[in-house]
């Protein structure tokens, strides 16, 4: 049986755990955004936020994220072959 102070541990760990998330998928955003505009970090992020706000950056960065994902060549990821 768990104890309500379990629950609530867990819980709070779920919402550590999604807000990590949404900050990698961010910072995943914002870097390809460097490279996109050819731009440092923080231009980069508050173009971001600028143009998508504060809740839509999440959506615009894991779009971003999808796209460059789909047009990955796999066989140029020096890592692709160490499985």
């Avoid at 995943?28 to 955004?33: D, R, S």
């Avoid at 980069?44 to 959506?59: E, M, S, Y």
């Amino acid at each position: 049986m768990t104890s309500i102070a379990d629950r609530e541990r867990e819980a709070a760990a779920r919402r550590l755990l999604e807000r990590l998330r949404q900050r990698v998928v961010l910072s995943e955003g914002v870097g390809i955004l460097q490279t996109w505009h050819l731009c440092g970090q923080q231009e980069a992020r508050d173009d971001l936020r600028a143009v998508h706000g504060r809740t839509g950056q999440n959506t615009e960065a894991t779009r971003m994220i999808a796209a460059v994902d789909a047009d990955a060549d796999g066989r140029a990821d020096p890592d692709g072959s160490w499985d």
